[in-house]
T-cell receptor
Framework: GNSVTQMEGPVTLSEEAFLTINCTYT??????LFWYVQYPGEGLQLLLK?????DKGSNKGFEATYRKETTSFHLEKGSVQVSDSAVYFC?????????????FGDGTTLTVKP | GAGVSQSPRYKVAKRGQDVALRCDPI?????LFWYQQALGQGPEFLTY????????KSGLPSDRFFAERPEGSVSTLKIQRTQQEDSAVYLC????????????FGPGTRLTVT
């Protein structure tokens, strides 16, 4: 079956530090990959996505590259801000399953201190 | 425009009670998903509708869980004879027919069974 493994948290960084959150996946088909963010008290929001190998998704200074050879989709940001404090979820949707139901990792909590 | 809404946002039920959780998807979205998110974990798939048809209910944990979407719009997730292990956040997501598996999530209903 499909699975997503994320770097365990929590992660605490100082403002302007470099962020990497690791994500690896196992999929029976050829998945699309996503990063979602959940701010305190809010619902899941799509942060970025990539639908094929070597695609780079980017949004709000965050980036992730779809690496089929290493089955990875690591999230990076060059300079984090306090407002980036949230829980980040890596997810995949397998095109071979019903309409792309998603499989999620367990989430990584990021706290950015001023 | 309006996003996915869910009600109630919080529900406390005594063990053995029945509960009904409502999801209003984005207008016109064909696909609707329900997920269960336990504390400290990622969302786990419960069931999927395409219009009014329930095409996948493989994630429903027991026959106490039942979902419906009779007119292809609003959906209700019903849990009968609630147990403590049902305590979780229940997330609804919707997707249109054109997005590449991009799902839009509601804020969730936090269910606590005492």
């Amino acid at each position: 079956g499909n699975s997503v493994t994320q770097m365990e948290g929590p992660v605490t960084l100082s403002e302007e530090a470099f962020l990497t959150i690791n994500c690896t996946y196992t999929a029976t088909g050829y998945p699309s990959l996503f990063w979602y963010v959940q701010y305190p008290g809010e619902g899941l929001q799509l942060l970025l996505k990539a639908t094929k190998a070597d695609d780079k998704g980017s949004n709000k200074g965050f980036e992730a590259t779809y690496r089929k050879e290493t089955t990875s989709f690591h999230l990076e940001k060059g300079s984090v801000q306090v407002s980036d404090s949230a829980v980040y979820f890596c997810a995949l949707s397998d095109r071979n399953t019903n309409a792309g139901k998603s499989t999620f990792g367990d989430g990584t909590t990021l706290t950015v201190k001023p | 425009g309006a996003g996915v809404s869910q009600s109630p946002r919080y529900k406390v039920a005594k063990r053995g009670q029945d509960v009904a959780l409502r999801c209003d998807p984005i207008s016109g979205h064909v696909s609707l998903f329900w997920y269960q998110q336990a504390l400290g974990q990622g969302p786990e798939f419960l069931t999927y509708f395409q219009n009014e048809a329930q095409l996948d209910k493989s994630g429903l944990p027991s026959d106490r869980f039942f979902a419906e979407r009779p007119e292809g719009s609003v959906s209700t997730l019903k849990i009968q004879r609630t147990q403590q292990e049902d305590s979780a956040v229940y997330l609804c997501a919707s997707k249109d027919s054109s997005g590449i598996y991009e799902q839009y999530f509601g804020p969730g209903t936090r269910l606590t069974v005492t």
